[in-house]
């Protein structure tokens, strides 16, 4: 499969915890987005990678979240000291340049 | 900021017809239009495709136009099936942030 993949694809976890969730992008794609939907809304951009670099983080990445893209692979998505308002679907996104966005399965993230 | 807005936000229709969606935007300055699929619990899947020059795009049954200069799409569906039940999303990218509407929850019935 050479599909955007995601996981793990469900968490629970206690409030307090720090979480890590990893994105594999198609992989001739340089760019990579990490998007969060919450329950009937659409996705909300968060923050992407050209390569390795971080370009662009939106304001709804508060400093308990931080992402990774060390090799201009894949990427991972850190939540520290979650919070019950982190619950969501965090979607990774990949594309090349500015085409055509592929998105993964998602991870389902509860906070209790 | 760009706002992004879909009506109507759920359509119920029979089998067979053919129905439209539509999505507008308030900032024109786009770089593309894109629509996508997303059933429930599951991430997004990308039916079309439209850079900011292009007029329309068109996929089997689906046909999606943009008119940048009034800030709209329609997403045309052609002979609906029960398996198009979905909720369908559009999303524009502007700069590096893509920007997506609530979507229209579409149920089609047998």
């Known amino acids: 499969d050479t599909g955007v993949s995601q996981n793990p694809r469900h968490k629970i976890t206690k409030r307090g915890q720090n979480v890590t969730f990893r994105c594999d992008p198609i992989?001739?794609?340089?760019?990579l987005y990490w998007y969060r939907q919450t329950l009937g809304q659409g996705p909300e951009f968060l923050t992407y990678?050209?390569?390795?670099?971080?370009?662009?983080k939106s304001r709804l990445l508060s400093d308990r979240f931080s992402a990774e893209r060390p090799k201009g692979s894949f990427s991972t998505l850190e939540i520290q000291r979650t919070e019950q308002g982190d619950s969501a679907m965090y979607l990774c996104?990949?594309?090349?340049?500015?085409?055509?966005?592929?998105f993964g399965p998602g991870t389902r993230l509860t906070v209790t | 900021k760009q706002e992004v807005t879909q009506i109507p936000a759920a359509l119920s229709v029979p089998e067979g017809e053919n129905l439209v969606l539509n999505c507008s935007f308030t900032?024109?300055?786009?770089?593309?239009l894109q629509w996508f699929r997303q059933d429930p619990g599951k991430g997004l899947t990308s039916l079309l495709l439209?850079?900011?020059?292009?007029r329309e795009q068109t996929s089997g049954r689906l046909n999606a136009s943009l008119d940048k200069s009034s800030g709209r799409s329609t997403l045309y569906i052609a002979a609906s099936q029960p398996g198009d039940s979905a909720t369908y999303l559009c999303?524009?990218?502007?700069?590096?942030?893509?920007?997506f509407g609530a979507g229209t929850r579409l149920t089609v019935k047998p």
């Open positions: 999303a524009v990218l502007r700069n590096n942030d893509m920007r």
């Open positions: 990678f050209q390569n390795e670099a971080q370009l662009e």
């Open positions: 439209i850079q900011s020059s292009q």
């Open positions: 996104a990949s594309s090349r340049d500015n085409y055509e966005q592929y």
């Open positions: 900032d024109s300055a786009i770089y593309n």
């Open positions: 992989s001739e794609h340089n760019r």
